[in-house]
């Protein structure tokens, strides 16, 4: 059974800094590409950061220069560091691992910037 498990968000000011981590279960991890997604309140799901198996990464121009994705193969884990946050980061925030074949959604964790 896969499993993605996400942590970390919670409430921060502006210019604040969290991080999110994803742990995932089921999958061989160092194959998969992980994603950060982020879905705000009346918003489509968007892409934030993607790392893929070997470790090249893409960002939304809206968090370029600002999030860090990165992963651990050891600990089968990807990361999310977020700094100078903006309220207009506020939304859940989803972990995706993609496969050849399947993709997995984590539940989500909320993060919310408060101006």
């Known amino acids: 059974q896969v499993q993605l498990v996400e942590s970390g968000g919670g409430l921060v000011q502006a210019g604040g800094s969290l991080r999110l981590s994803c742990a995932a279960s089921?999958?061989?991890?160092?194959?998969?590409?992980m994603g950060w997604y982020r879905q705000a309140p009346g918003k489509q799901r968007e892409l934030v950061a993607v790392?893929?198996?070997?470790?090249?990464?893409n960002y939304a121009d809206s968090v370029k220069g600002r999030f860090t994705i990165s992963r651990d193969n050891a600990r089968n884990t990807v990361f999310l560091q977020m700094n100078s946050l903006k309220p207009e980061d506020t939304a859940v925030y989803y972990c995706n691992a993609q496969g050849v074949l399947n993709g997995y959604w984590g539940q989500g964790t909320q993060v919310t910037v408060s101006s």
């Open positions: 790392i893929t198996s070997g470790g090249s990464t």
């Open positions: 089921g999958i061989i991890f160092r194959l998969n590409a």
